[in-house]
T-cell receptor, first 107, second 115 residues
Framework: AQRVTQPEKLLSVFKGAPVELKCNYS??????LFWYVQYSRQRLQLLLR??SRESIKGFTADLNKGETSFHLKKPFAQEEDSAMYYC?????????FGAGTTVTVRA | DAGITQSPRHKVTETGTPVTLRCHQTENHRYMYWYRQDPGHGLRLIHYSYGVKDTDKGEVSDGYSVSRSKTEDFLLTLESATSSQTSVYFCAISEAGTARRSPLHFGNGTRLTVT
């Protein structure tokens, strides 16, 4: 069975500092991974998917199959990045989510 | 944003009462999902549908039932609400079935409180 682990429940960084959110997965097949973001009491929004290899809002994520990781990174955090971030893995058209990481960016 | 509407947005109900949440989409997507969001658990899949009258269970389906009589509507029913079902419920849709698997798009959520 697939599993997604986000080891950090809370992450606090200063504005302008780099931020990295960790995501590890276990899956027997070829993984398809996503990052979703949820701003305060809003809907979840797709931030990134690994197959597109694009940068959204300055965030990037690289799939490392050897380490079974899909960490999310941004070199310079902004206050508007404060949100909940979820890593998710797709299998059989269903998404399995990690527990989420709450990011707070302080001025 | 994907055309997904959840109703009601907020509901307070008493233990033992039935509750139905509605998800309506205007995208004509084949797949629809119900998730619940709880602190420390992220989002967990309750039920999903891959077509009209075609549904299947997710990882936390006990105490919930669903129905999909039309492509655009997916209903989630709590037959007899319990306090453990107090949560935020999200509906999602996906066009899926394509060569490139499509991401899920989420509704605004329904905040349910069972007293």
């Amino acid at each position: 069975a697939q599993r997604v682990t986000q080891p950090e429940k809370l992450l606090s960084v200063f504005k302008g500092a780099p931020v990295e959110l960790k995501c590890n997965y276990s899956y027997s097949g070829s993984p398809e991974l996503f990052w979703y973001v949820q701003y305060s009491r809003q809907r979840l929004q797709l931030l990134l998917r690994h197959i597109s290899r694009e940068s959204i809002k300055g965030f990037t994520a690289d799939l490392n199959k050897g380490e079974t990781s899909f960490h999310l990174k941004k070199p310079f955090a902004q206050e508007e990045d404060s949100a909940m971030y979820y890593c998710a893995l797709m299998s059989d058209y269903k998404l399995s989510f990690g527990a989420g990481t709450t990011v707070t960016v302080r001025a | 944003d994907a055309g997904i509407t959840q109703s009601p947005r907020h509901k307070v109900t008493e233990t033992g009462t039935p509750v139905t949440l509605r998800c309506h989409q205007t995208e004509n997507h084949r797949y629809m999902y119900w998730y619940r969001q709880d602190p420390g658990h992220g989002l967990r899949l309750i039920h999903y549908s891959y077509g009209v009258k075609d549904t299947d269970k997710g990882e936390v389906s006990d105490g919930y039932s669903v129905s999909r009589s039309k492509t655009e509507d997916f209903l989630l029913t709590l037959e007899s609400a319990t306090s453990s079902q107090t949560s935020v419920y999200f509906c999602a849709i996906s066009e899926a079935g394509t060569a490139r698997r499509s991401p899920l798009h989420f509704g605004n959520g329904t905040r349910l409180t069972v007293t």
